[in-house]
């Protein structure tokens, strides 16, 4: 084979990404430069050693697809992949994590803060003692897929659930009538609570697994000496990471109110960050402390939601309370309080 056709494909072709590329874009096209993928093809790991660190891929990939620029300077920017300094202002840190946690004023309705995928719990606590939970009054934003999952406010669950079951069961002329009306309303408050308690603890085991995969990667570049993997492996590990970082600057940007120029600009200045600047351990321990403030957040929720399900409890049939207790009372997720 030739050193021509080893050679990395041009990037740019006309204005546009070359279809010959390592490039995807997996943000629903919003944006060239999404998330790197390689292609099952030997060319791109030849003249690579048999094992590699994932710091010398992300090196290599960063080579692949344009020019690294030597001066890295605060006026840094990737012209060939379109991005300027402003754009590389939108995944600044401390700009990310100006759109995931967002205070609250006391005696403001929340929704006059403009947030539209951050959760704030009223009337919880959480116990969680791990670096990144935030205070009860600071929201931290959760993506669109992951937001609904979470109660907000178990007392307004609770009212509406009660309010819901009254209204299927009409009342009757007899006392009798009256109190079981009155009981499978309240019983089915407890249930409520129950199947959001689940609900969380099945969300809170998702953001612990996605957390601790970023902890094994944060050790991959960190270790000395580094640990080496096949190519294809280190590269497996940097899509993973990449996957988690790309959909964290996505619910941020949509938070700060982004438009989708800009949201797209943002993939494309992450590109650079990660794979010509070698940022992936300032990204991941953000990561990590974000994961751990969505936990805070659901523990909150858990606890207020275990609260009404306490209040509420013994209207449910003593033939069915230990099947209940079981699924509220059982901590299927106690790694949560493992230090990231």
Known sequence: MSNQELAPQPLWNDGMPSQDTLWMDALNNRGFLAQPTLPN??????????????????????????????????????????????????????????????????????????VSQAVRV??????????????????????????????????????????????????????????????KSTSSVAKQMTSKIAAIDKLALEIVERRDGLRIDMRSFRSQPPVRYLPSNAAEILRQADTELRRIVEVSGQQRKLNPDQLASSQRALTVNLYQRDMWPEYIK???????????????????????????????????????????????????????
């Open 122 to 183: 009223y009337h919880g606590r959480t116990t969680l003692d791990i670096s990144g939970v935030v205070p009860s009054d600071i929201a931290v934003a959760f993506h669109e897929d992951d937001y609904r999952k979470v109660a907000h406010s178990s007392r307004a669950l609770r009212d509406h659930t009660h309010s819901k079951t009254l209204s299927n069961n009409p009342i009757r002329l007899n006392t009798d009538n009256r109190q079981e009306r009155e009981r």
């Open 286 to 340: 953000m990561a990590g402390f974000y994961f751990n403030a969505q936990l805070g957040k659901l523990d909150e929720s858990r606890n207020a939601c275990l609260d009404e399900y306490q209040n509420h409890r013994h209207a449910i049939k003593p033939a069915e309370v230990e099947l209940f207790d079981a699924a509220v009372y059982r901590r299927q997720y106690e790694q949560l309080q493992l230090v990231a």
């Open 41 to 114: 093809e030997p060319r791109q790991y030849e003249g690579l050693p048999r094992v590699i660190s994932t710091a010398e891929m992300a090196a290599h990939i960063g080579h692949l697809i344009a020019p690294v620029h030597s001066e890295y300077s605060v006026k840094y920017e990737a012209p060939e992949l379109g991005v300027s300094f402003e754009d590389l202002k939108l995944v600044d840190i401390a700009a990310i994590e100006s759109g995931l946690y967002i205070p609250t004023r006391p005696g403001k309705r929340f929704r006059e803060h403009g």
